[in-house]
C-alpha cells in the first residue's frame, strides 16, 4: 500500500510555479522520496529524488522538510505540457524495488 | 541510458484467450525488472518483479504469469483472459537507479 498521501488535484496558471505537496509521516531513515509523472496514456517519467537534502535538476526542484515527513515538488514555471498525474512515492533503497503507487496528484496547468 | 520496449501497444483480445506481452530493456545490465497494471483512472499496481534470470516475485494473487527467459526480457501471460484483466500494463526497469518506464500495452479483453 501506498506510504504517502497527496491532494487529488491541483490547478497552476501557466507560467507560474507549480507546489505539489506530499505527506509521508511515516517514511523510515533509509528511504528515498521520489517523484514521477504519468501524462494520459503514457508510461510515468522520472523527475527526481532525494534523501535529506534538497534536490534540483532540469525539470523540478525537491525540497524535503527536516523531519522528512513531507516534500514539495516545484516546477519553477510551468507550462501546458507539465499537465500531468503527479506521484510521490517513498522507497527503502536507491535501486527502488516495488515501488508502490498511489493515485497522486493531478495537475491542471490553465492558459 | 536505458531505453524499455513494450509491444504492441494496443491489444483487443476476447475473453478466454492466452496473452503474452513482451519487454526488452536496452542500455543496462542485470536490470530489476517489473511488471504494473493500471486500470482506468488509477494508480500503478505493481503485479511481478524480478531481479535475476528465472527468478520472479508475485505481489498480488492473479490470473496471470511472468517469466524472465534473459537477462533483459520479461514477459507476462496468461492462459486464459478475464474481462479484469482489462488496463494499462507497463514494464520497468532499474538497478542502482530509479525505475524508468516503457510506453506500455493498452489491453482491452471483449
Known amino acids: 500500500d501506498a506510504k504517502t498521501t497527496q491532494p487529488p488535484s491541483m490547478d497552476c496558471a501557466e507560467g507560474r510555479a507549480a507546489n505539489l505537496p506530499c505527506n509521508h509521516s511515516t517514511i523510515s531513515g533509509n528511504e528515498y522520496v521520489y517523484w514521477y509523472r504519468q501524462i494520459h496514456s503514457q508510461g510515468p517519467q522520472y523527475i527526481i529524488h532525494?534523501?535529506?537534502n534538497n534536490e534540483t535538476n532540469e525539470m523540478a526542484s525537491l525540497i524535503i522538510t527536516e523531519d522528512r515527513k513531507s516534500s514539495t515538488l516545484i516546477l519553477p514555471h510551468a507550462t501546458l505540457r507539465d499537465t500531468a498525474v503527479y506521484y510521490c512515492?517513498?522507497?527503502?533503497?536507491?535501486?527502488?524495488?516495488?515501488?508502490?503507487f498511489g493515485t497522486g496528484t493531478s495537475l491542471t496547468v490553465i492558459p | 541510458s536505458q531505453t524499455i520496449h513494450q509491444w504492441p501497444a494496443t491489444l483487443v483480445q476476447p475473453v478466454g484467450s492466452p496473452l503474452s506481452l513482451e519487454c526488452t530493456v536496452e542500455g543496462t545490465s542485470n536490470p530489476n525488472l517489473y511488471w504494473y497494471r493500471q486500470a482506468a483512472g488509477r494508480g500503478l499496481q505493481l503485479l511481478f518483479y524480478s531481479v535475476g534470470i528465472g527468478q520472479i516475485s508475485s505481489e498480488v494473487p492473479q490470473n496471470l504469469s511472468a517469466s524472465r527467459p534473459q537477462d533483459r526480457q520479461f514477459i507476462l501471460s496468461s492462459k486464459k483472459l478475464l474481462l479484469s484483466d482489462s488496463g494499462f500494463y507497463l514494464c520497468a526497469a532499474g538497478r542502482n537507479q530509479p525505475q524508468h518506464f516503457g510506453d506500455g500495452t493498452r489491453l482491452s479483453i471483449l
Open positions: 512515492i517513498v522507497d527503502a533503497t536507491n535501486t527502488g524495488n516495488q515501488f508502490y
Open positions: 532525494g534523501l535529506k
